[in-house]
């Protein structure tokens, strides 16, 4: 079992910026990727940033260049810097884990967290 929690979701003007962390306990060591998500009011779910255990990133079009996502040397924390925010950004973020491997159709999450929101005021 893998316990995610997700913390530093707020209230931010539009061009600002905020940090998300999630902190995974418990068998971290069966980890092969980690990601977040982020559920908008009426829309679904989409993953906005995911990286594997060797460190390869990926990223939804409309956060590259804004977001960057990046753990600890640990591993055991992983982090979502969010600059240059606006207002579409408003969501609840999830993280979430892996313990699979990549298919053609993406990473499948086992575990999540219970999310953290962001609201971005224009």
Excluded: H
């Excluded at 993406?106 to 929101?117: C, D, H, I, N």
Aim: net charge positive.
């Amino acid at each position: 079992q893998v316990q995610l929690v997700e913390s530093g979701g707020g209230l931010v003007q539009a061009g600002g910026s905020l940090r998300l962390s999630c902190v995974a306990s418990g068998s971290v060591f069966s980890i092969t990727a980690m990601g977040w998500y982020r559920q908008a009011p009426g829309k679904q779910r989409e993953l906005v940033a995911l990286i594997t255990r060797s460190g390869s990133t990926s990223y939804v079009d409309s956060v590259k260049g804004r977001f960057t996502i990046s753990r600890d040397n640990t591993k055991t924390t992983l982090y979502l810097q969010m600059n240059s925010l606006n207002p579409e950004d408003t969501a609840v973020y999830y993280c979430a884990a892996s313990t699979g491997v990549a298919t053609p159709s993406g990473w499948a999450m086992r575990y999540w967290g219970k999310g953290t929101l962001v609201t971005v005021s224009s």
